[in-house]
């Protein structure tokens, strides 16, 4: 039952009040104090005493009515109170709704009056509190996503390994707070460097848990040597001993030698990698072809080594950047993607990976983003 404060300086209306509490709750107490002063109610209230609702007459002399509240040190005493009156004046009725009262009641309180008065008032208090504790709850929960988005995207190189002769750049803009997508860049021995460019299926959370494992499996596995085509069939064998139905990854993993100026790459279901020639022309690159990781167990992938001439770069990408929407539905397209890079004088890897988001945020405009867009450069000096 809850505990009910009644501040009156006339003791007989905590004592009806009490009395008509059987009829309204069919016999269980409620339970009631009662204070007859200004100062008999601030001291149980400054005490700490645990109330529910409180009930205060406005035109009693011992009682000063809704700005008794103004006076309470703990500001935390959030209770509704219901102003008692001896009166019909609206006029005091009204001042006491503005000063902060949820409702009133008239004296001498009828028993129905008050059983219905204290239901919705407490219906109304138990709906706020519901709503507030949800509101919390999903507060903390977006300060987590929030901070896992933050860890997510630290995770990803944001400083690229000087190489000399080359310049790398990636990014990546997440749909959702965390995304399925990634990259990654990192040295192995004899001057060689691994590139990586995945997108694992769906988007939020569950992928970028997934997202995580499979950039943990991929870099661990390439960082003991082996070449892509035979990292991706490792790769895949882990992923598949998780048996998580409708999770997988594609993935494109290459191997820079930058003595030999070669690019050593396999395919796990991605988008084919463009090639740029120094003046602007575009070839893709086909080959080293495999089925998507997670999916099904002793596969085999294929591999393929290119040259990279000067001045040439390879761009990788997922489809997120191909399938951005407009407002028209319109989508970017490999056309407008091709035409961006074929178009532009590209110093620097950099640059090129900074065109290419800026054709597809003016193709969006206000569209909201249906997918994770990411992209990487290798760029040959």
């Known amino acids: 039952m809850p505990h009910a404060l009644i501040i009156d300086g006339d003791r007989e209306t905590a004592r009806k009040l009490g009395e008509a509490v059987p009829s309204i709750y069919d016999g269980a107490k409620l339970d009631i104090t009662a204070a007859t002063s200004d100062a008999e109610a601030l001291e149980m209230i400054n005490d700490g005493r645990d109330f529910d609702i409180a009930l205060v007459a406005i035109d009693c002399p011992t009682v000063s009515g809704m700005s008794l509240f103004s006076r309470i040190k703990e500001r935390a005493f959030r209770v509704p109170r219901i102003a008692l009156s001896g009166s019909t004046d609206l006029s005091g009725i009204r001042k006491a709704m503005n000063d902060g009262a949820t409702d009133f009641l008239v004296k001498p309180v009828a028993a129905d009056d008050f059983k219905r008065t204290l239901e919705r008032v407490l219906a109304d208090v138990e709906r706020r509190r519901r709503n507030w504790r949800e509101r919390s709850e999903y507060s903390a929960l977006k300060r987590e996503v929030d901070i896992a ?6 995770i990803l190189p944001q400083d690229f390994p000087g190489i000399e002769g080359y310049g790398v750049f990636a990014s990546t803009t997440p749909a959702k707070t965390m995304g399925g997508d990634f990259y990654d ?13 995945a997108d694992v299926s769906g988007k939020g959370i569950p992928a970028a848990f997934y997202m995580a494992v499979s950039r943990t499996l991929l870099r661990s596995v390439a960082m003991t040597g082996v070449g892509p085509a035979d990292c991706l069939r490792q790769v895949n064998e882990l992923l598949c001993e998780y048996h998580i139905p409708g999770m997988f990854v594609s993935a494109l993993y290459g191997i820079i030698d930058t003595a030999a100026h070669t690019i050593t790459f396999s395919n796990a279901g991605h988008q084919p990698p463009y090639k740029r020639d120094a003046k602007g022309g575009l070839a893709t690159y086909e080959g080293g072809e495999g089925t998507v990781l997670g999916i099904l167990p002793e596969m085999e992938f294929g591999q393929e080594t290119v040259p990279l001439g000067t001045s040439e770069c390879l761009f ?6 191909t399938e951005a929407f407009n407002a028209e539905r319109e989508q970017f397209s490999e056309q407008r993607l091709e035409d961006c890079l074929a178009k532009g004088e590209f110093r620097e890897a950099r640059r090129i990976v900074e065109a290419v988001e800026n054709a597809v945020q003016r193709h969006a405009g206000d569209a909201e983003q249906s997918d994770d867009i990411t992209s990487l450069v290798v760029k040959r000096n």
């Open 185 to 197: 860049v990192f040295r192995l021995d004899d001057g060689r460097i691994g590139v990586v460019m």
């Open 316 to 321: 990788m990408y997922t489809d997120g950047v």
């Open 149 to 154: 988005g933050d860890i997510q995207q630290r």
